[in-house]
């Protein structure tokens, strides 16, 4: 009776720690400061490229930097089209829907040495996600097949991006090979039906959907926490304190930035 007695208590002090350790993280991400911009054609130090504006040929490029993480501010960004394949380091992590030669954007952060060595592939979902592969993307102009999808594979030898797949409609899409076994992770994407269930998270946004344009995904499988809850606006021309401005409205002139964060 006692040892059940030591184990219900020992389970619910390592409950109360992992809540702690949840709070004290929603208490940072709850001050954080951004500051969003364009990229005027280079990156200081310090921005990070997030996302892009595809309406937009002399500037596309949208940067943020948080004012209250010191390491942030020392980050190093270069950016550039994948030109069909990722070079080792490169990170694809947006997408010009208005290329059909040469979609994806890559970033690379040259101060981060781990960075340095890491291999990515992109494909499209063809309706769903295999195993390890990660949402992160959307063409807003694919009817058919709009979510962009990525991995990071340790192989060096693996090629970044295949063949062109035939898509509908025409399109050729390129889509990634690896001999390496693919992550454990599981994920889900859906649309937002105007609100956010706990445990799904905002990371794109559709700008040809004016009733339902949010894009949810959450993991199924890995450290992935179910209970979390997210909120979405617009910037309204600012970011208040514990916002993260996260995806674009490339079809709205007035407030495109969107808004997010966790609240809890």
């Not at 993480?69 to 994948?82: I, L, M, P, Y």
């Not at 030898?157 to 063949?163: L, P, V």
Request: hydrophobic share 30%.
């Amino acid at each position: 009776m006692r040892k059940q007695t030591l184990g219900v208590l020992a389970a619910t002090a390592l409950l109360a720690g992992m809540v702690c350790m949840l709070n004290a993280k929603d208490k940072i991400t709850a001050g954080q400061q951004w500051k969003i911009k364009t990229s005027g054609g280079q990156i200081p130090v310090g921005w990070e490229p997030f996302a892009y504006d595809s309406n937009d040929q002399f500037d596309p490029f949208l940067l943020r930097r948080c004012t209250t993480d010191k390491a942030f501010g020392r980050q190093k960004w270069e950016v550039k089209t994948s030109n069909g394949q990722i070079p080792a380091g490169w990170e694809p992590f947006g997408y010009d829907y208005k290329d059909k030669f040469d979609p994806f954007l890559l970033r690379r952060c040259t101060t981060d040495k781990a960075a340095a060595q890491q291999r990515w592939e992109v494909k499209t979902s063809n309706g769903k996600i295999p195993a390890g592969w990660e949402p992160f993307a959307y063409d807003s102009n694919d009817k058919f097949d709009p979510f962009l999808l990525r991995r990071r594979v340790p192989d060096s030898k693996s090629r970044a991006i295949g063949k062109g797949s035939s898509q509908p409609g025409g399109k050729s899409r390129a889509s990634g090979k690896s001999s390496s076994r693919p992550g454990r992770q599981q994920w889900q994407i859906k649309t937002s039906g105007g609100k956010i269930p706990p445990g799904w998270e905002p990371f794109a946004y559709d700008s040809n959907d004016k009733s339902d344009p949010f894009l949810l995904r959450r993991r199924t499988a890995g450290q992935w926490d179910p209970g979390q809850q997210w909120q979405i606006k617009t910037s309204g021309g600012q970011v208040p304190p514990g916002w993260e401005p996260f995806a674009y409205d490339s079809n709205d002139q007035f407030d495109p930035f969107l808004l997010r964060r966790r609240v809890r």
